[in-house]
């Protein structure tokens, strides 16, 4: 036979601190050293996946960096073929390169030398241009010091090179859970019930009493009607529907809970294991499942079943004492179905069944039997600790070992790779030579006893069932853990059986009722939660970032996915939030539990980690420079904003606390060269400068709405080129356009959302804005028709504005359109600028990419790639707008609509400038109002006189009902008076004497 394969030997730990940079000999040390020295041992670990460590640590004088083969765990991925695996002499081509290229001897490339390096060199960078070696250079200087060493990058080509391994582990193929309605018990299953007063909780191949509902003991198949069925504790058969996962036939088998049930597809018969010591055989020839006979009374309890394969089939059995038995069944065994003849009842055998002796093999209960065909072999496994591999012919014991410290609740055999794999107490599984005797690997990761375990080995992956619910896809080549199914908790259905269909390869758990998880081609999957999502321009890629911790990158250009890491090693850290640094070469990530870290999502490598946040959630984080020096700041739920210095260590805790929020920061960004903002459930923006000060505080004050004093801030988009402004989304709808300099409130945009505000975006010249809801609404505005500077009076003084501080421009902010997708709540939406094109992400998992003007082009991970040159790929070629609902968007040139007085004089502009215009009349001392802002334009003051009084006589004579509420002054300054809710005005042309209303609408 055979020897074992390599693919499963255990992963290497490396000592802390060990480099993982291949440190080639120089050209002048090469001659005196062959190639199959230790450059060769160590090169193994970037040429066989297999073999690579499970801990790999990294270490530099300028950037110390951890990373960690599990800790950069790559699920799925297509690996540029200027990344692909390397071998010893490709390895010493690249060396050779990089030190001819160090003219200076630092042992560092620049950007320059990196690509006059590389650009003819084959192993690498035959075929790429220019551009492609600076984005390759780009990728592996991540911390942006403008080198690479040799050590970061044979740092990078390993992580590639696991990316690679972990694309062939994961294969083209994932588990997806497949929805179906909760089960509701049906007459005939409270009719068939057995002993209701008790149920029992499994435990692998065995149960124990317990007063809860009766879970599902075994999972097996029907092929011949395509039907799953089921034993339970309660002694209760059950099929089961594989498309509904509904029960549609039950029967009783008796009182007992059943402890093992096994179907023989050539036997057409299922047996059943009871906990009374019985033996149950059901014919499968027909749905009914007819009762052939029963074996009662046997002399011990019926623990675990196999039928082995032969001429004829034949039964074997472990009891609770340690034993086996052998059952052959005769050739004139059983009753025809259909017959009528009622089952045969009888005790220790039947008619046609002879029964061994029993051969006593292990100490305590037999929890698994596997029969390995091709050397007639049988193992079992027990509660003893025992694995045996035995000769039943001869029944003779070719060997016992026992690593495991305490019981094996299961074990079985992969025929293609020649290993055993078993599960136990311990949480950790087993893989074994079946020669040796001896554990070839340990697989780490369940946190509970693992309590069932069997191989897949068309996918070459290993499952595990653990006692806390969790559910884990392996893959046996790598050793490592490559997708988890189920999490535990309070919530988490019940899980106490494990099984997979032979047929469509779907994995189906039982516990109270079935779950299945279909497979499906991993492209197609979508993402789960997602957090956020952000667009980085240097490289022309969307990175989502899930809850769970998985991050994917992918690729704009046709919206394939580039690979996806996740951090395992903090598991309980969720993401919260995320944003890109100032070179846009680094993730900088902050979790549920006040973690904030630095990655390279290129390659997935764990870059920094700076401490001192708390455990409080972290729900923003930005990155901000001033002058030279670059910070990384942090907010979150202990309402403080945490400050650290961008250092170049791998660890960093020094840090500042700015104090000024009363409640949790819900929102951040950069708004100038060392100006941070930060936005606070309690509606208030404070702009801070990087010392800690207090620049100045953004709230909006209405009196005339009460409702703005439970206003929170939902999101901040900078407007730089519009006068440093700040769009503030609130959860009233609307956003307000605040001018930091003088800390006015320029404009106040109703959006007309029916959802909650969501993220903003702008575009680099900040003349359009969009923005986003829960309900999945896409919504463009055109902020190019006016200035949101500060205007002066012929002296050059600036005017004075009302003490509300709300200016009044010679501006009307206009919709450009609006989309409404079905996505559900976007958390995130970005711009690219070069290629003129929006993207979006959704809290449910779906990303998409649209044109400016809304034309959709594709969904990411879509079955078919795009190509953005090429209209004909793209999902559609005209974009589908919705309805138009603002008060921005009123059809001027619609008869009988006052929609502006002059440039943009709006019907809430106009009421709030008569509210203005009577406090100030009410001042008795009439004294100059020293705070900034704007006063209405010359136009606008000229018409505000003219149509006062006539506008009051107006609201008098045509009030009507709107909602309930009469048209007021004051429903028209809120803005919650739509033009829609006037009645037409034809009479009112006589307000402006000189223009009438839609003559100064086009002016």
């Known amino acids: 036979m055979d020897e074992p394969q ?44 297999s073999d690579a460590p499970s801990v790999i640590q990294t270490d530099r004088s300028v950037r110390r960096s951890r990373t960690s083969h599990n800790g950069v765990h790559f699920e799925s991925g297509e690996i540029p073929s200027h990344e692909s695996q390397m071998n010893l002499t490709a390895l010493m081509e690249l060396r050779k390169a990089f030190l001819s290229a160090d003219i200076d001897g630092s042992e560092e490339l620049d950007e320059e030398e990196f690509v006059r390096a590389f650009k003819n060199i084959k192993a690498l960078g035959k075929g790429m241009d220019e551009q492609q070696l600076t984005h390759l250079f780009m990728k592996i200087d991540a911390n942006s010091d403008g080198s690479v060493d040799w050590v970061e990058f044979t740092d990078y080509l390993l992580l590639q090179q696991l990316a690679m391994s972990d694309e062939a582990a994961a294969g083209d193929h994932t588990y997806v859970k497949q929805r179906v309605p909760a089960h509701k018990p049906t007459e005939v299953d409270e009719n068939a019930r057995g002993d209701s007063g008790h149920s029992f909780l499994a435990r692998g191949g065995f149960a124990l009493a317990a007063t809860m509902p009766p879970l599902i003991q075994k999972i097996g198949y029907i092929s011949s009607f395509h039907q799953y069925v089921t034993a339970s504790q309660d002694g209760l058969i059950k099929l089961w529907s594989p498309v509904t996962l509904q029960p549609v036939r039950t029967i009783n088998n008796g009182p007992a809970w059943i402890t093992d049930m096994q179907v023989s597809e050539s036997m057409r018969t299922l047996v059943t294991l009871g906990m009374d010591r019985s033996l149950s055989f059901y014919s499968t020839a027909r749905p009914t499942l007819d009762k052939v006979g029963r074996i009662q009374n046997i002399e011990t309890v019926p623990m675990t079943a196999l039928w082995v394969p032969g001429e004829r089939e034949r039964l074997l059995y472990g009891d609770d004492k340690g034993a086996l038995y052998d059952l052959q069944f005769a050739d004139e065994w059983g009753t025809k179905p259909g017959s009528g003849a009622p089952p045969v009842v009888a005790e220790h055998t039947l ?100 309590m069932d375990v069997f191989v897949n080995e068309s996918e070459a992956q290993i499952l595990s069932l653990g006692a806390d619910k969790v559910v884990k896809v392996w893959d046996f080549r790598t050793n490592r853990c490559i997708q988890t199914l ?149 907010a979150g739920w202990n309402a403080h904003v945490c400050v650290w210095e961008d250092s170049h260590t791998d660890t960093v805790t020094n840090h500042k606390m ?23 459930q309690d509606g208030k923006v404070i702009v801070w400068k990087m010392d800690g000060t207090i620049r100045t505080t953004l709230k909006r004050e209405d009196r005339a709405t009460e409702a703005l004093e439970r206003t929170s801030v939902l999101a901040l988009c900078p407007l730089p080129a519009q006068a440093q402004t700040l769009a503030v989304a609130g959860t009233d709808g609307k956003v307000a356009i605040w001018r930091i300099a003088d800390a006015s409130l320029v404009y106040l945009l109703d959006t007309g959302h029916m959802g909650t505000l969501g993220p903003m975006v702008s575009t680099l010249d900040n003349k359009t804005l969009f923005t986003t809801d829960t309900s999945g609404t896409i919504k463009s505005w055109d902020l190019s028709s006016g200035t949101f500077r500060r205007q002066t009076n012929l002296d050059g003084t600036a005017r004075r504005s009302s003490r509300r501080q709300v200016t009044v421009g010679p501006m009307r902010i206009k919709e450009n359109y609006c989309i409404q997708t079905e996505d559900g709540e976007m958390v995130a939406i970005a711009y690219a600028d070069a290629e003129r094109m929006v993207l979006t992400a959704c809290a449910s998992g779906s990303s998409r990419l649209w ?63 008569l509210l203005e215009r009577d406090e100030e009349a009410s001042d008795e001392e009439n004294e100059e109002d020293d705070s900034p802002g704007v006063a209405p334009a010359q136009e606008e003051e000229e018409i505000l006189w003219s149509v006062e009084d006539q506008v009051d006589q107006f609201l008098e004579a045509h009030k009507r009902k709107v909602h309930g509420t009469s048209v007021s002054l004051q429903k028209l300054t809120s803005g919650g008076l739509k033009v829609k809710d006037l009645a037409p005005i034809e009479s009112i042309k006589h307000l402006s004497p000189s223009k009438t209303p839609q003559q100064t609408s086009h002016h």
């Open 6 to 49: 390599s693919s499963t030997s255990p992963p290497i730990s490396p000592r802390k601190g060990a480099r993982i940079g291949f440190s080639l000999p120089r050209e002048s040390e090469q001659s005196q050293k062959s190639s199959s020295g230790p450059p060769s041992s160590r090169l193994s670990r970037l040429s066989a996946s």
């Open 351 to 450: 008619p046609g069944i002879k029964i061994s002796a029993p051969w006593k093999v292990h100490k305590n209960w037999v929890t698994r039997l596997k029969y390995i065909s091709h050397s007639a072999s049988l193992l079992s496994c027990s509660l003893d600790g025992y694995l045996n591999m035995l000769d039943y012919e001869k029944r003779e014991v070719k060997w016992a070992a026992k690593e495991h410290q305490k019981g094996v609740y299961a074990c079985d055999y992969c025929r293609s790779f020649n290993f055993i794999v078993t599960c136990g107490v311990e949480r950790n599984i087993l893989l074994w030579s079946p020669y040796s005797a001896r554990p070839l690997a340990t697989l780490q990761g369940h946190s509970a006893p693992v």
């Open 486 to 634: 189920s999490e535990p908790g309070v919530n988490t259905p019940s899980i106490t059986a494990l099984f997979q269909n032979p047929e469509t390869r779907a994995l189906v758990a039982g516990g109270l009722a079935l779950q299945q998880w279909n497979q499906k081609k991993a492209k197609e999957v979508l993402p789960s939660q997602v957090c956020t999502a952000l667009y980085n321009a240097n490289f022309r890629q969307l990175v989502v970032l899930e809850a769970e911790g998985a991050i994917t990158v992918w690729n704009v250009d046709d919206g394939e996915r580039v690979f996806t890491f996740s951090d395992p090693l903090n598991k309980a850290s969720k993401i919260s939030a995320a944003v890109f640094d100032h070179t846009g070469r680094r993730l900088l990530v902050g979790g549920q539990d006040g973690s904030v870290r630095v990655w390279n999502f290129n390659n997935g490598a764990c870059l920094k980690t700076f401490v001192g946040f708390g455990d409080m959630e972290v729900t923003c984080v930005a990155s901000v420079v001033e002058t030279k020096a670059c910070f990384v700041a942090a």
């Open 658 to 680: 700015f104090v000024g929020h009363a409640d949790d920061v819900s929102c951040m960004a950069m708004v100038a060269p060392g100006v941070l903002a930060t936005g606070c």
């Open 851 to 913: 044109t400016s003007d809304g034309v959709p082009i594709g969904r990411f991970g879509q079955e078919k790639a795009w190509n953005l040159r090429d209209r004909g790929t793209w999902i559609s070629e005209k974009p589908s707008y919705s309805p138009l609902n603002s008060l921005a968007e009123v059809d001027e040139s619609a008869p009988h609509t006052w929609h502006t007085l002059g440039r943009g004089l709006t019907m809430p502009r106009l009421g709030r400038l």
